[in-house]
């Protein structure tokens, strides 16, 4: 099993990494607001936890983040706070369970284990952004109706902008996501890439679904 864990507190994070990898679950790990997203949207895990408090921004908004990009993971939040308005408002942004700090590991450890068998909930198969149509289960695109053909770098690709709709996102992010994580993000090799999916998904339609923002990566949606 494979978990995410977001937490600024080196100390806790710490004995987390250690605690769950007594128990032969491995750990991936973030910091801030920034590092958590973009782990959460490249990786896939049986859990995430977020602590409330990050640079960046907040656990609750990451929270509704994770899952206004279709991400369904069961998501256990950490946090100081124990008023009952807040723990309302963890669960309302997405979450699927609350632990107050301080807390015993043995409890965290517990329900962790009881999210991970809890059945997956099914995520839409079916994606649209203004007159694009895109079925993850047959990778069948359509814009305007008409019918295009991707190539599997392709759709791997528009299939990650999807995810990240309206997000900007950078260079090592992409190539993270549609090669791995050795792959070197300085090659021209994305570039190659989204120009044939620009091409295929832009050039002869409106609006134009994919924007390049100098220095800092894409941003995909009107």
Known sequence: MRILVVEDDPALLRILNE??????????SARTFHEGREKAALGTY????????????????????????????????????????????????????????????????????????????????????????????????????????????????????LRNEGTVVDRAAITAAVWDDNHDPFTNVLEVLVRRLRRKLDDDFEPKLIHTLRGAGYRFGV
Request: net charge neutral; proline share 5%.
């Open 46 to 161: 049986a859990v995430i936890i977020l602590d409330v408090g990050l640079p960046g921004g907040s656990g609750f908004d990451l929270c509704k983040r994770i899952r206004a990009n279709g991400i369904s993971t069961p998501v256990m939040m950490l946090t100081a706070r124990d008023a009952v308005d807040d723990r309302v408002f963890g669960l309302e942004s997405g979450a699927d369970d609350y632990l107050v700090k301080p807390f015993a590991f043995k409890e965290l450890l517990a329900r962790v284990q009881a999210l991970a068998r809890r059945p997956p909930q099914i995520a839409p198969e079916r994606r649209t952004v203004a007159d694009l149509e895109v079925d993850l289960r047959t990778r069948e695109v359509r814009r305007a109706g008409r019918q295009l053909q991707l190539t599997a770098k392709e759709f791997e690709l528009l299939e990650f902008l």
């Open 19 to 28: 605690g769950f990898r007594e128990h032969r679950i491995d750990v991936v």
